[in-house]
Nanobody, 119 residues
């Protein structure tokens, strides 16, 4: 059974930092790219960042460029999202996801971890 389990969310003041982690288990994730998405109350889920299997390419939504960094540890099957200079508009439930290759739908999803940024 494939599982993606996020951790690291919490409450932080604007300008602060959080590091989210996602632990993947239940299958071999060789060839899988990993992504982070978020959903704020009353809004659609949006893409935040992704990283290829090799880690050689990363992608970010414009609003987090320069503030967030995605990374992965293939040996441990984990992916992290370092979030700096947090803003109240970053408040959302953050989800980890996995897909084979670099295109198409994300097949596996975690349950999410809440990030709340106070002003």
């Amino acid at each position: 059974q494939v599982q993606l389990v996020e951790s690291g969310g919490g409450l932080v003041q604007a300008g602060g930092s959080l590091r989210l982690s996602c632990a993947a288990s239940g299958r071999t994730f060789s060839g899988y790219s990993m992504g982070w998405f978020r959903q704020a109350p009353g809004k659609d889920r949006e893409f935040v960042a992704s990283i290829t299997w090799s880690g050689g390419a990363t992608y970010y939504i414009d609003s987090v460029k320069g503030r967030f960094t995605i990374s992965r540890d293939k040996a441990k099957n984990t992916v992290s999202l370092q979030m700096n200079s947090l803003k109240p508009e970053d408040t959302a439930n953050y989800y980890c996801a996995a897909r084979f290759g670099t295109t198409g739908e994300y097949r596996y999803w975690g349950q999410g971890t809440q990030v709340t940024v106070s002003s």
